[in-house]
Antibody, heavy 120, light 111 residues
Framework: EVQLVESGGGLVKPGGSLRLSCAAS????????MNWVRQAPGKGLEWVSS????????YYADSVKGRFTISRDNAKNSLYLQMNSLRAEDTAVYYC?????????????WGQGTLVTVSS | QSALTQPASVSGSPGQSITISCTGT?????????VSWYQQHPGKAPKLMIY???NRPSGVSNRFSGSKSGNTASLTISGLQAEDEADYYC???????????FGGGTKLTVL
């Protein structure tokens, strides 16, 4: 069974940092690209960042470019999102999602999400 | 403001059919056959319902179908059931600096 489990969310002050993790199981993690998608409270979905299976290709939304860094460790079946210089508008539930190679959907399996709250 | 435009809400009675539209531009919906649709129940993660405009992942009911005409994609749900009540989001691959864009979401109410 495919499982994606996010962790690392919490309350952080503006300007602070947080590192999110996504633990994958039930599939060959190293064969899939991965996405981070966020959802502000009561709002819609927003794509945040993507990383290819071998980390060769990395993309960021304009809203987080220069502040967030996506990475993965295929040996540990894990995906990460390092978030620096956090702002109030980064407050959201952050989901990791799996993308099959050569596919153009955002994700066929999603984790349950982890809440990040940026507030003083 | 979302890049793709969806109606805020739609409703229908059990057994009826409804259609949710998703309007973009020639840089996203109109330029690629890479529109996908996601269902999200309150407090839950999104679920992929349609990809590449009209393809259903394994396990998704054939009551869900997708189509596209020009810059507008559509999701049709036939034989509405109570469990279909949820938020629905469209997404498209795009040629802009952000490779994926979402619609603002549509709340489906089953009367």
């Amino acid at each position: 069974e495919v499982q994606l489990v996010e962790s690392g969310g919490g309350l952080v002050k503006p300007g602070g940092s947080l590192r999110l993790s996504c633990a994958a199981s039930g599939f060959t993690f190293s064969s899939y690209s991965m996405n981070w998608v966020r959802q502000a409270p009561g709002k819609g979905l927003e794509w945040v960042s993507s990383i290819s299976s071998s980390s060769s290709y990395i993309y960021y939304a304009d809203s987080v470019k220069g502040r967030f860094t996506i990475s993965r460790d295929n040996a540990k079946n894990s995906l990460y999102l390092q978030m620096n210089s956090l702002r109030a508008e980064d407050t959201a539930v952050y989901y990791c999602a799996r993308v099959d190679s050569g596919s153009y959907y955002v994700g066929d399996y999603w984790g349950q999400g982890t809440l990040v709250t940026v507030s003083s | 403001q979302s890049a793709l435009t969806q109606p805020a809400s739609v409703s229908g009675s059990p057994g009826q059919s409804i259609t949710i539209s998703c309007t973009g531009t020639s840089s996203d919906v109109g330029g690629y056959n890479y529109v996908s649709w996601y269902q999200q129940h309150p407090g839950k993660a999104p679920k992929l319902m349609i990809y590449d405009v009209s393809n259903r992942p394994s396990g998704v009911s054939n009551r869900f179908s997708g189509s596209k005409s020009g810059n507008t994609a559509s999701l049709t749900i036939s034989g509405l059931q109570a469990e279909d009540e949820a938020d629905y989001y469209c997404s498209s691959y795009t040629s802009s600096s952000n490779p994926w864009v979402f619609g603002g979401g549509t709340k489906l109410t089953v009367l």
